[in-house]
């Protein structure tokens, strides 16, 4: 996530979230999760995780971008649920 800017970081969740691969990925962070293994400034199965391991939602990222000392986006997309959020760590 390091160097990376807003509009790339939304660009590498929409390609992760139509990869064919996605529920496969999901089902590794689920175990990665369980095991307490948290990743850490990277996109994993569509979510990106914070420094701190923290899934970012889609309505935090322009907040996160900008306390991470990037620009917000000029247009805002439309949030990603909660629930699928919590369906990546449940």
Not at 25 to 46: F, K
């Amino acid at each position: 996530m390091t160097g990376i800017d807003l509009a790339s970081w939304r660009k590498a969740m929409d390609i992760c979230s139509a990869c064919p691969l996605l529920m496969k990925c999901r089902e590794e962070l689920n175990t990665q999760l369980d095991l307490g293994q948290l990743p850490r400034e990277q996109i994993v199965a569509a979510v990106l995780f914070s420094t701190t391991g923290r899934a970012v939602t889609r309505a935090e990222l322009d907040d996160y971008a900008i306390r991470r000392g990037r620009t917000a986006a000029s247009s805002r997309r439309r949030p990603l649920g909660a629930s699928r959020i919590r369906e990546v760590a449940a």
